[in-house]
Nanobody, 126 residues
Framework: QVQLVESGGGSVQAGGSLRLSCGVS????????LGWFRQAPGKEREGVAG????????YYADSVKGRFTISIDGAKKQLLLQMNSLKPEDTAMYYC???????????????????WGQGTQVTVSS
């Protein structure tokens, strides 16, 4: 099963920025939706940002609106998440996901017609 590979996580102070990348070349022509989920210890997984590959419409969780931007770098075949004005509550493991199921609605839990990355840790200190 094809897996995605994330990079770009790290540790920053509150107010700082990070950019996450995820290689999606295997899904360039098949993904219906690409997105980022995160999970903090003791908390449920949360859909942070998603982008529909056809219309390029986007979804953002209320907690990140105005601070995070999701985009697709077509040339590099990467899914990007630019995170600005980071807060300690953004601390979590971040996962990228590619969903091939037509009609999928982000941030519903993806079905089996999806592929996940191994996760990249983001830690924001106050």
């Amino acid at each position: 099963q094809v897996q995605l590979v994330e990079s770009g996580g790290g540790s920053v102070q509150a107010g700082g920025s990070l950019r996450l990348s995820c290689g999606v070349s295997a899904f360039t022509h098949t993904a219906y939706c690409l997105g980022w989920f995160r999970q903090a210890p003791g908390k449920e997984r949360e859909g942070v940002a998603g982008i529909y590959t056809g219309a390029r419409t986007t979804y953002y969780a209320d907690s990140v609106k105005g601070r995070f931007t999701i985009s697709i770098d077509g040339a590099k075949k990467q899914l990007l998440l630019q995170m600005n004005s980071l807060k300690p509550e953004d601390t979590a493991m971040y996962y990228c996901v590619a969903v091939t199921a037509p009609g999928y609605t982000f941030p519903d839990p993806p079905s089996r017609l999806s592929a996940w990355g191994q996760g990249t840790q983001v830690t924001v200190s106050s």
